[in-house]
């Protein structure tokens, strides 16, 4: 993984998670729960993660004391931050929930500074502002339509809560590699951890243990799993180590530009000039973000 390139790593997990945005409404309309959906997609990343660390040669064997972060890492980053991502899109336009995690550049650049010491030039910072920026210029049809909906300040609420849950995972997991922990079997348990309570609390509400059989649904959740999970987490933890959380949540501001060009593709999305103008800003920061130092 060392000989992999800082670009791999930041371009790897963004097309990766950009396409799971099309690929989750697979899952969504199987009629499974999300509980069960989200549980099984995190328990099968973790056989396979526990399997990829077996034969690298890394031990699973971690310290007792790391369990404790692991478990708070699972339900916080792979089970709260997912569940309240889809409740918030129940409650508010998925744009918005967009525009909401391109905050993560803001609280990863905070937490990062906090927890690990690392600073963030201003030119990265106003970079990131535009490209914030134009996030919002292009879902601003769905963000100027919120008000109408009658449980939009709770959506919005569930929604930064994911948020939160989201930079509060990656300092867990940090700290936990920070420690001389391996990567790998360190997100094979959260992942683990992160199953076993989602798929607790689907027996727990009466939602019970569901699954179907159907290719589309065993297609997607195989695609989610192997890389919507292992290999984009694997990266983007490998680009928070190199450069930092605030640089890595970038990869969050650049998926909604590209998933909406995937939604052209599949779904008929149609582009209007303002959303334009906005993935240009966007895409344009990034680059001034992501240059090097002169």
Known sequence: M???????????????????????????????????????????????????????????????????????????????????????????????VAVLFCLMVFGNALSGRIFFGQRVSGRFLSASVGAVAGVVMIFWPEIASTGARPTAAYGLAIGLAAVLAACVGNVLTLTL?????????????????????????????????????????????????????????????KLAQRQGTARAALTGVVIPVIALGISAIFEGWRPTTLAIAGMVLCLGSIYVATRPQS
Do not use: C
């Open 2 to 96: 060392s000989t992999v390139s800082d670009r791999s790593l930041f371009w790897g997990p963004t097309l990766i998670w950009a396409s799971t945005w099309h690929v989750i409404l697979y899952q969504l309309g199987s009629g499974v729960p999300i509980l069960n959906s989200v549980g099984w997609r995190f328990g099968l990343a973790a056989l396979m993660l526990a399997a990829f660390a077996v034969w690298q040669r890394q031990s699973l064997r971690l310290p007792l004391s790391a369990h404790g972060l692991m478990l708070a890492t699972g339900i916080v980053q792979y089970s709260g931050n997912y569940f309240s991502v889809y409740e918030a899109e129940r409650h508010i336009p998925t744009g918005l």
């Open 177 to 237: 590699t920070r420690r001389g922990l391996p990567l790998v079997p360190v997100l094979a348990w959260s992942m683990g951890y992160g199953s076993v309570f989602l798929l607790g609390m689907s027996v727990a509400t009466g939602q019970g243990l569901n699954f179907a059989w159907t290719s589309s649904y065993v297609l997607s959740l195989l695609y989610l799993a192997v890389f919507g999970s292992v290999v984009a987490f694997v990266l983007y933890f």
